[in-house]
């Protein structure tokens, strides 16, 4: 019988059918689709958790400013960039660029390529974005956060 069996196997042409082949194939090809529609998601993702931790330092570097020097605000774009800049790893932001400074509640932050971080004085955090508070003591942090191609304005309040 075990000769038999062992003929038998002999005799047949091994190998794969093209049919294996291509189904095969087509799996392969599904699970590199998935990965590559999955993977800038998440990247996305990454960089907007990172630019919200940011936000969430740079308040903490505004609210301390202003305990240290009685309520006062930066008082222009050149201290806001220098306070950021100083607060901790915050080299990938550019002073020139990326960070901006107004003393009213500007509509939007004009689009960039990358997003952009923005102190409003005198201002907070309302259901249609910033709004002017009228009391010096108050300010808000506007920035933007990517979406699927374009950016998308957040407000949080110092």
């Not at 799996?27 to 689709?33: E, H, P, Q, R, S």
């Not at 699927?148 to 949080?156: A, E, I, Y």
């Amino acid at each position: 019988m075990y000769k038999n069996l062992r003929k038998r196997t002999i005799n047949k042409a091994e190998g794969f059918t093209i049919i294996e082949v291509l189904i095969v194939l087509a799996i392969a090809g599904l699970i590199m689709l998935i990965v590559f529609l999955a993977v800038p998601a998440l990247q996305r993702n990454s960089r907007n958790n990172g630019r919200r931790n940011d936000v969430g330092r740079m308040g903490s570097a505004v609210s301390e400013y202003a305990a240290n020097n009685n309520g006062s605000l930066p008082a222009n774009g050149l201290a806001f960039a220098g306070l950021v800049l100083n607060s901790g790893n915050m080299s990938q932001y550019d002073p020139n660029v990326d960070l901006m400074y107004a003393t009213d509640a500007q509509a939007v932050i004009p689009q960039a390529t990358a997003p952009r971080v923005r102190l409003v004085t005198a201002a907070k955090c309302g259901a249609a974005g910033v709004t002017v508070t009228g009391t010096s003591r108050q300010s808000a942090l506007q920035y933007q956060l990517e979406s699927s191609g374009n950016h998308t304005n957040v407000c949080q309040d110092v």
